[in-house]
């Protein structure tokens, strides 16, 4: 390593500054009590003054301490290297190790072939830094090269270098590749091992990873707690509870509590199993907890669909003063859809903005899918145009909002757009695209969309592809085409199929088709009470009471219950919760006082309540008061009282609007000034000024 007078690095350093009783021998100043830039310069100068920076070695530790130590020092390391006349292996070496480390790998990439050309060799030093540069590029095609160059060498694929050449194919995506390398090596070590892991982790191998580990097993070498943690994370990937537990029993057994990345795996483990009480004792157990077990917990409980458990959990992180991360905020932005908690997800939206955090694009489709799931559309659709990257997700969840929300048309738009955008839709943007048409009775465009689908972009038509042309079919009371479609269909028609028919019978009357739809359901589904509700449903609308009454004694005597319903309103930030004829909720006899009012005001302006789908059971007057106590109707009534008016109200039910809660809400948007958003098992209804945006088309 010969240097050329220096200039550039020195060039302002005052010498007054410059270090007294230098030592003969600088390393372990230069390496140990350098500690920034103007101790560099300091020391640089001085090794200029005294031509120290001439001796090979000195200047190696020089270039060593400003290219890896020092802090924000890479660009003063390459002023240091370009004036080497000579730079050997090592100085390269350095320098390519140096740019890896500081998020520069293009430029450790770029000097790789400067090194060949300057006739300076590789070592096995050289290759694991530059394969590590490689794979931070994703440039597998250099990558490739230099394993060529490796074999080329006869250097042995041993430790890091075998190691570094698994990890560069696996975060390239050439995962065979990878295990090809592992299954070469003459010896593997728990590192080359946990690259593996590592690879079929990044590229959600689940069942390769646990068969592998099963076979490291085998093999008698020990692992380690990445390991642990790697194959734990397949464990909950793939619901393998007892491989899962069997690393839990492990490192209590072997007394690896302490570490809390380790029990942060199991408790995720365990909550993706579905072993959320488990998850909860040891999440509970935990001393200090940092952001990562917080998420992993609040992740568990939302992926369980146990969202109102999520968000209160995720008031405990509030309280604890520790700040979440994009994984907590996704995760409780996913709890806000489901339970149409909108003022806790536009709290996550303003701590988003305040902290300036990367609008990425799993927080920003989480964002875009919340806002959606809560009515608010036109939020949506901005924070999606904000959002500096999309993929087909975050397309497919607007276009699922848009149809949900009775825009299909805006929807199919944004369909348009986005092949205009060179982003090709996938099987579950058909499904929301479809769904769109169903919303707002666009047949033709259905068909259309139905044949193109395969024909276009080669995507088979799934299950739900074909639910979705028979729901289009039966929504436009084109019943006989829809069940002649089920009958044409490649696969065997599924439950939702014959139910979704079942459902439009309802809407049109159609009692023969109706009939043959439950046949098909009892077989399939036989304790599903909705079916028998549909059928009963069906019966009393064409007058056919007894026969009503016939379907649902047939469920009392099979011990079929109907699922009732509940509605979810949120107010003040609290989720209250709803069920029909319920008086469980604290102001229950406030809230059925205002019911009875607001009843009494929705009666004055014309509405005659519709007892159809009410129970048969019951006298004329009991059915009244049970159609008046659904409990959508509830939640109305007790925003009402709870909120200022004019604030529009959101209610989220998890069945369909009946009929009866449809027509009143309508009535009640024009007597009370209020919009009205409700969220039902199938749709968003906007309903103002007395109109609903489903056209009562539902």
Same mark, same amino acid.
Not at 60 to 79: C, D, F, K, R, T
Not at 287 to 308: F, H, L, N
Not at 345 to 367: C, D, N, S, Y
Not at 602 to 611: C, D, E, Q, V
């Given at each position: 390593?010969?240097?050329?007078?220096?200039?550039?690095?020195?060039?302002?350093?005052?010498?007054?500054?410059?270090?007294?009783?230098?030592?003969e021998?600088?390393?372990?100043?230069?390496?140990?009590?350098?500690?920034? $830039?103007?101790?560099?310069? *300091? #020391? +640089? %100068?001085?090794?200029? /003054?005294?031509?120290? !920076?001439?001796?090979?070695?000195?200047?190696?530790?020089?270039?060593?301490?400003?290219?890896?130590?020092?802090?924000?020092?890479?660009?003063?390391?390459?002023?240091?290297?370009?004036?080497?006349?000579?730079?050997?292996?090592?100085?390269?070496?350095?320098?390519?190790?140096?740019?890896?480390?500081?998020?520069?790998?293009?430029?450790?990439v770029?000097?790789?072939?400067?090194?060949?050309?300057?006739?300076?060799?590789?070592?096995?030093?050289?290759?694991?830094?530059?394969?590590?540069?490689?794979?931070?590029?994703?440039? $597998?095609?250099?990558?490739? *090269? #230099? +394993? %060529?160059?490796?074999? /080329?060498?006869?250097? !042995?694929?041993?430790?890091?270098?075998?190691?570094?050449?698994?990890?560069?194919?696996?975060?390239?995506?050439?995962?065979?590749?990878?295990?090809?390398v592992?299954?070469?090596?003459?010896?593997?070590?728990?590192?080359?091992?946990?690259?593996?892991?590592?690879?079929?982790?990044?590229?959600?191998?689940?069942?390769?990873?646990?068969?592998?580990?099963?076979?490291?097993?085998?093999?008698?070498?020990?692992f380690?707690?990445?390991?642990?943690?790697?194959?734990?994370?397949?464990?909950?990937?793939?619901?393998?509870?007892?491989?899962?537990?069997?690393?839990?029993?492990?490192?209590?057994?072997?007394?690896?509590?302490?570490?809390?990345?380790?029990?942060?795996?199991?408790?995720?483990?365990?909550?993706?199993?579905?072993?959320?009480?488990?998850?909860?004792?040891?999440?509970?157990?935990m001393?200090?907890?940092?952001?990562?077990?917080?998420?992993?917990?609040?992740?568990?409980?939302?992926?369980?669909?146990?969202?109102?458990e999520?968000?209160?959990?995720?008031?405990?992180?509030?309280?604890?003063?520790?700040?979440?991360?994009?994984?907590?905020?996704?995760?409780?932005?996913?709890?806000?859809a489901?339970?149409?908690?909108?003022?806790?997800?536009?709290?996550?939206?303003?701590?988003?903005?305040?902290?300036?955090?990367?609008?990425?694009?799993?927080?920003?489709?989480?964002?875009?899918?919340?806002?959606?799931?809560?009515?608010?559309?036109?939020t949506?659709?901005?924070?999606?145009?904000?959002?500096?990257?999309?993929?087909?997700?975050?397309?497919?969840?607007?276009?699922?909002?848009?149809?949900?929300?009775g825009?299909?048309?805006?929807?199919?738009?944004?369909?348009n757009?986005?092949?205009?955008?060179?982003?090709?839709?996938?099987?579950?943007?058909?499904?929301?695209?479809?769904?769109?048409?169903?919303?707002?009775?666009l047949?033709?465009?259905?068909?259309?969309?139905?044949?193109?689908?395969?024909?276009?972009?080669?995507?088979?038509?799934?299950?739900?592809?074909?639910?979705?042309?028979?729901?289009?079919?039966?929504?436009?009371?084109?019943?006989d085409?829809?069940?002649?479609?089920?009958?044409?269909?490649?696969?065997?028609?599924?439950?939702?199929?014959?139910?979704?028919?079942?459902?439009?019978?309802?809407?049109?009357?159609?009692?023969?088709?109706?009939?043959?739809?439950?046949?098909?359901?009892?077989?399939?589904?036989?304790?599903?009470?909705?079916?028998?509700?549909?059928?009963?449903?069906?019966?009393?609308?064409?007058?056919?009471?007894?026969?009503?009454?016939?379907?649902?004694?047939?469920?009392?005597?099979?011990?079929?219950?109907?699922?009732?319903?509940?509605?979810?309103?949120?107010?003040?930030?609290?989720?209250?919760?709803?069920?029909?004829?319920?008086?469980?909720?604290?102001?229950?006899?406030?809230?059925?006082?205002?019911?009875?009012?607001?009843?009494?005001e929705?009666?004055?302006?014309?509405?005659?309540?519709?007892?159809v789908?009410?129970?048969?059971?019951?006298?004329?007057?009991?059915?009244?008061?049970?159609?008046?106590?659904h409990?959508?109707?509830?939640?109305?009534?007790?925003?009402?009282?709870?909120?200022?008016?004019?604030?529009?109200i959101?209610?989220?039910?998890?069945?369909?609007?009946?009929?009866?809660?449809h027509?009143?809400?309508?009535?009640?948007?024009?007597?009370?000034?209020?919009?009205?958003?409700?969220?039902?098992?199938?749709?968003?209804?906007?309903?103002?000024?007395?109109?609903?945006?489903?056209?009562?088309?539902?």
């Open positions: 390593m010969a240097f050329a007078t220096p200039v550039t690095p020195a060039k302002n350093v005052n010498f007054r500054t410059a270090i007294p009783r230098f030592p021998n600088p390393k372990a100043l230069i390496l140990q009590q350098c500690k920034t $830039v103007r101790d560099l310069n *300091q #020391i +640089h %100068a001085h090794l200029i /003054k005294t031509r120290l !920076l001439f001796n090979p070695s000195i200047a190696e530790n020089l270039l060593e301490s400003a290219a890896l130590i020092v802090p924000n020092a890479m660009q003063y390391a390459a002023s240091i290297f370009n004036e080497i006349d000579r730079p050997d292996t090592s100085a390269y070496n350095v320098m390519i190790r140096g740019f890896t480390l500081n998020q520069s790998p293009l430029e450790a770029l000097l790789y072939p400067e090194m060949l050309e300057r006739s300076v060799p590789p070592d096995e030093f050289t290759f694991p830094c530059i394969l590590k540069a490689c794979s931070r590029l994703g440039a $597998v095609d250099e990558g490739e *090269q #230099i +394993h %060529a160059q490796i074999l /080329k060498m006869g250097i !042995l694929l041993t430790g890091f270098v075998g190691n570094t050449l698994i990890h560069m194919y696996a975060n390239c995506g050439k995962i065979k590749i990878a295990r090809k592992f299954d070469g090596l003459t010896e593997r070590n728990v590192m080359a091992w946990n690259s593996m892991f590592a690879g079929y982790s990044k590229g959600g191998h689940w069942e390769q990873m646990v068969k592998l580990f099963m076979r490291m097993q085998e093999s008698g070498v020990g380690d707690e990445v390991t642990l943690i790697s194959v734990l994370t397949a464990c909950g990937r793939l619901a393998d509870l007892e491989l899962g537990k069997w690393i839990a029993d492990y490192i209590e057994v072997n007394g690896m509590q302490k570490n809390s990345t380790l029990i942060t795996c199991v408790i995720d483990m365990y909550a993706k199993c579905g072993c959320l009480d488990v998850a909860r004792r040891m999440f509970d157990r001393g200090p907890k940092d952001v990562v077990a917080w998420s992993a917990m609040i992740s568990g409980y939302t992926q369980a669909r146990e969202c109102k999520a968000l209160d959990l995720f008031h405990e992180m509030q309280a604890a003063n520790v700040e979440p991360n994009e994984i907590t905020l996704v995760s409780v932005l996913s709890s806000c489901v339970l149409g908690a909108l003022e806790t997800g536009k709290w996550v939206h303003f701590f988003i903005k305040k902290r300036r955090l990367k609008l990425t694009v799993p927080l920003g489709t989480a964002l875009v899918d919340f806002y959606a799931k809560c009515g608010s559309i036109v949506a659709i901005d924070v999606f145009r904000k959002m500096p990257v999309k993929n087909v997700y975050s397309w497919t969840v607007l276009i699922q909002g848009l149809a949900n929300n825009q299909g048309k805006r929807a199919l738009e944004f369909f757009m986005m092949q205009d955008k060179n982003v090709p839709p996938n099987d579950v943007t058909f499904i929301a695209v479809l769904s769109a048409c169903s919303h707002v009775g047949v033709d465009e259905a068909r259309c969309l139905f044949t193109s689908m395969s024909r276009d972009f080669d995507i088979e038509p799934r299950m739900e592809h074909y639910g979705c042309m028979v729901d289009i079919l039966g929504r436009a009371g084109l019943i085409e829809a069940y002649q479609s089920i009958q044409n269909m490649p696969i065997q028609p599924s439950a939702v199929i014959w139910r979704t028919l079942l459902a439009s019978c309802r809407v049109h009357k159609n009692v023969e088709l109706g009939e043959e739809s439950l046949k098909h359901l009892v077989k399939l589904e036989p304790m599903h009470s909705g079916d028998y509700i549909l059928l009963s449903n069906l019966y009393a609308s064409v007058g056919r009471l007894e026969d009503a009454m016939t379907v649902r004694s047939r469920m009392k005597k099979r011990g079929i219950r109907k699922t009732p319903g509940c509605s979810l309103i949120e107010v003040d930030g609290v989720i209250h919760e709803f069920l029909s004829e319920d008086e469980m909720h604290t102001h229950s006899k406030e809230i059925y006082r205002a019911t009875e009012d607001m009843l009494g929705i009666k004055s302006a014309g509405y005659m309540p519709n007892t789908e009410a129970r048969f059971d019951a006298d004329e007057e009991d059915k009244e008061v049970s159609v008046s106590h409990s959508e109707k509830l939640a109305i009534a007790f925003a009402l009282i709870r909120t200022p008016p004019g604030t529009t959101r209610i989220t039910k998890n069945l369909r609007v009946c009929l009866d809660c027509n009143a809400t309508k009535i009640v948007t024009k007597v009370f000034n209020r919009e009205i958003i409700v969220r039902d098992r199938n749709r968003f209804h906007h309903f103002r000024d007395g109109q609903c945006s489903c056209n009562d088309y539902w």
